[in-house]
């Protein structure tokens, strides 16, 4: 991923969105249903308050900008914020 891209707050991110920030649905969710409960709650704390809103302010910002929000940076932090979404809705069902 391009560092120069992604706000400097999310760089510790990269890991973890590399791994869970699938941009294929069925990809993902199928990797999501089949995670632990730790790999789940470790995408939830992967995002507390302060990071869920810078990224989601940086996304917000990006979001019409044509070139910018086709970056696989871009997609793959959207869908890492997917894949955390879904992570919530997983374990409060279990």
């Known amino acids: 991923m391009n560092l120069e891209l992604i706000p400097i707050e999310l760089h510790n991110l990269i890991n973890m969105v590399e791994t869970w920030g699938l941009s294929d649905d069925g990809y993902r969710d199928e990797q999501l249903f089949n995670a632990s409960k730790p790999q789940l709650q470790e995408i939830i704390n992967s995002l507390p308050q302060d990071k869920l809103e810078t990224l989601?302010?940086?996304?917000?910002?990006?979001?019409?900008?044509?070139?910018?929000?086709?970056?696989?940076?871009y997609v793959s932090f959207t869908c890492y914020l997917m894949a955390y979404d879904m992570s919530r809705v997983i374990l409060e069902k279990n």
């Open 56 to 73: 989601t302010t940086w996304l917000v910002y990006y979001a019409e900008d044509k070139i910018m929000s086709m970056t696989h940076e």
